[in-house]
């Protein structure tokens, strides 16, 4: 991506490992520093999927600062040749639930194997494991398309749109 002007997207799906079942998202308006909260539940496992278009090959994807171990998922229906995608676990077992009008960052980079880095994050709020009356409620998040650019000579990439599905 390096000595080119290039737009791509990468988008996240993030679901309940267990269930199989998306998490739900509201809007916030302006309260906090996003406008879009996204609900999870303490001490769940979550599966993250990142699918890269075009097809970009995804080095390393670190989670609040930890490597994440991130697996090729070849042959998935997400996958073709304009496309990569990408599967990791996310656990939020030791997180503490959320107390009234206050979210949690999740910051999410990409480091991509020309060495360009893109990050963004996720506000969350966090529920008690199991909890579905409040997690649940809200919007269904199947997908957040993230559309991005990497001007001539940049190692970082500009986030230009986030929309959540």
């Known amino acids: 991506m390096n000595n080119i002007t290039m737009n ?13 079942g998306v998490v739900s998202y509201k809007q916030d308006g302006q309260r906090f520093g996003q406008s879009v909260t996204v609900k ?9 999927t990142v699918t890269v278009r ?28 304009d ?14 639930v959320s107390k009234s009008g206050n979210r949690k960052e999740i910051l999410l980079m990409l480091e991509f194997q020309n060495g360009a880095y893109m990050k963004t994050s996720l506000q ?5 494991a199991g909890e579905t009356s409040h997690s649940h409620w809200g919007q269904k998040l199947s997908a957040i398309d993230v559309e991005c650019k990497i001007e001539e000579g940049h190692n970082y990439i500009t986030v230009l749109k986030e929309k959540y599905l």
Not at 83 to 96: E, F, H, N, R
Not at 124 to 128: A, D, N, S, T
């Open 54 to 81: 075009p097809a970009v090959t995804v080095k390393k994807l670190m989670i609040n600062g930890g490597a994440q171990t991130l697996e090729h998922a070849a042959g998935s229906k997400a996958d073709d040749s």
């Open 40 to 48: 999870l539940n303490t001490d769940t496992e979550y599966e993250l």
């Open 124 to 128: 969350c709020k966090l529920y008690k």
């Open 83 to 96: 496309s990569k995608t990408y599967i990791t676990q996310y656990s939020t077992v030791g997180y503490d």
């Open 8 to 20: 791509f997207k990468v988008t996240f799906r993030l679901v309940d490992k267990k269930s199989g």
